[in-house]
């Protein structure tokens, strides 16, 4: 194959699209056959080509007309050269586009590209052109299938990534809300047994109703209880009603009874610390440990720079100022939030109990926040009650922050696990054994409820994986700090049960990769 003289113009003929069948027996990719320059009759002789020759140039062409618009623009042209792995600068190829453009129209048909080709392509580097199938090197075009879900997951990742904006942006609502709605699920037992009759506990029903007529009513409806004449009421037998407070009295007591726990617990606490205060002993020694541990770090190489100062700037002080401020407005929105939240709960259960979806969360939120409530409970109350038999300094403190860090999953206890060790350390009135009791007390402690109780108790409630949760933590936390970390397990359990309903392949997928036994589920399911 040579320079060849081709005709002026090439006489076009179109017929119908080459049949599979044939174009498998000529070795022909069916895919391309539909393709326009296989719908029309060229005539090898013209271009100097045996048939062989002209199949080949067909199919090289197709493949870079990928869009079967009957053409080469410039994007499909870049394309042909990667193809033929042919790398030019930019400039080169607007010289070679344009040359091989005859007539000038900005598109290249078959038979110009033919022209230009057939005499600067040798038969064994046409034979390696040709011999790039569809769907190598981009030249593959998409089925209506592929394309549906392409866009169905670029329209995920697009939805997913606007979710999690949304999450950053509007945290400032968010979290709050969050943590409202924690605290609600927490006092909703208490507001239950105030409200609610008959009253459940563990199957048995105290003070049940039966009504004559009608059916009986709801579990949670209160009966009403007859006029001052004995006329009216439900029929219900039994004085019900009997115990059952307004609503506005159960908002009022359950107000009470939060707020003196925390007073009661702040005044534990700041009675610790002023007697820690108080001990100049202790304050010299841990004055010594700190300018001892300078001092060693500074001695084996390690420059530590020590700023010491007689008082606070204003810039600083304006920090801590601001600080502060940011807190108490959090904690301020969190109990109005907590405050209606609790007001407006005039049911048993929070969401609508019509709603599977959340009548589901519900349930799993409710175990979780009370189960977790209760042993972290004990957990505090164990490892205070450790360290006031050793004589530890703010014992109650450290039993306050392990019941708070137990919410963090996995690494929640560690950190509970090592806050006394300072305090411990310093103290030269403990002794050895004193000392490692508050350091393995504690931490056996944490390691039998983290490792042993929590994952019994729990069970196949919660149907996770260890790293799923850990995944959830880092994710949660990253996008809302410490209190994102608290809230990580339950958004977890919402994020599995609403995948779960969700009838998509990767909700499915990412259910898989939550759950740890997916029968749990599908049982529940049925």
């Not at 320059?37 to 271009?47: E, L, M, P, S």
């Not at 040798?122 to 769907?135: F, I, N, R, T």
């Not at 190598?136 to 075009?141: I, K, L, P, V």
């Not at 939060?258 to 702040?266: D, H």
């Amino acid at each position: 194959m040579g320079d060849m003289a081709v005709a002026p113009q090439t006489k076009i003929v179109y017929r119908e699209p080459m049949k599979i069948a044939e174009a498998k027996a000529k070795g022909i990719n069916p895919r391309l056959v539909s393709n326009k320059v296989f719908c029309t009759d060229w005539d090898a002789a013209q271009f100097g080509l045996t048939e062989e020759e002209l199949l080949k140039f067909q199919e090289i062409y197709a493949m870079s007309d990928s869009t079967n618009i009957g053409y080469l623009g410039r994007r499909q042209f870049t394309d042909l050269l990667k193809l033929l792995s042919i790398m030019v600068e930019d400039d080169q190829l607007e010289k070679m586009f344009t040359e091989m453009d005859e007539n000038g129209d900005g598109q290249i048909q078959f038979d110009e590209f033919v022209q230009a080709m057939a005499g600067n392509l040798d038969p064994e580097q046409l034979a390696m052109a040709a011999s790039v199938k569809a769907g190598q090197a981009g030249t593959s075009s998409w089925k209506r299938g592929e394309i549906v879900w392409a866009a169905n997951s670029g329209i995920i990742i697009v939805v997913s990534g606007m979710g999690i904006a949304g999450f950053i942006y509007f945290e400032f609502v968010l979290v709050p809300l969050s943590i409202a709605y924690f605290m609600e699920f927490l006092v909703a037992p208490l507001m239950n047994l105030l409200e609610f009759r008959p009253i459940d506990c563990k199957g048995k029903v105290c003070c049940g109703t039966s009504v004559e007529d009608g059916g009986p009513k709801a579990a949670w409806q209160n009966p009403t209880p007859p006029d001052k004449d004995g006329n009216g009421g439900d029929a219900t037998q039994g004085p019900c009603y009997m115990g059952a407070m307004p609503h506005g009295l159960s908002v009022l007591v359950t107000l009470i009874v939060c707020f003196g726990t925390l007073g009661l617990i702040v005044m534990m606490v700041s009675n610790e610390v002023s007697v820690l205060l108080d001990d100049d002993a202790f304050i010299q020694s841990l004055k010594t440990a700190v300018d001892d541990a300078y001092t060693s770090l500074n001695d084996s190489g390690i420059k530590v720079l020590r700023e010491e100062k007689d008082g606070y700037t204003m810039e600083e002080i304006m920090g801590y100022v601001s600080a502060f401020s940011d807190f108490f407005a959090l904690a301020s929105l969190i109990l109005l939030l907590w405050v209606y939240l609790i007001t407006e709960k005039f049911n048993p259960t929070v969401f609508d109990p019509t709603n599977a979806a959340l009548e589901e969360i519900e349930n799993q939120a409710k175990y979780y926040i009370a189960l977790k409530t209760a042993l972290s409970f004990v957990t505090g109350v164990i490892v205070a009650i450790i360290l006031v038999s050793l004589q530890v300094k703010l014992a109650v403190m450290f039993g306050l922050l392990s019941f708070l860090l137990n919410f963090i999953p996995n690494v929640g206890s560690m950190i509970a696990m090592v806050l006394p060790l300072p305090i411990v350390i310093v103290d030269d009135n403990l002794s050895t054994f004193q000392k490692v009791g508050a350091f393995a007390g504690p931490g056996a402690v944490q390691g039998y409820v983290g490792n042993a109780l929590e994952p019994m108790l729990f069970g196949k409630s919660l149907n996770m994986t260890p790293l799923s949760i850990l995944a959830a933590l880092v994710i949660w936390g990253s996008l809302w700090g410490l209190l994102g970390a608290i809230l990580s397990v339950p958004l977890l359990g919402i994020q599995k049960i609403l995948l779960q309903r969700t009838n998509h392949p990767i909700a499915k997928y990412c259910v898989m990769l939550i759950r740890e036994d997916p029968t749990i589920d599908e049982a529940a399911e049925q």
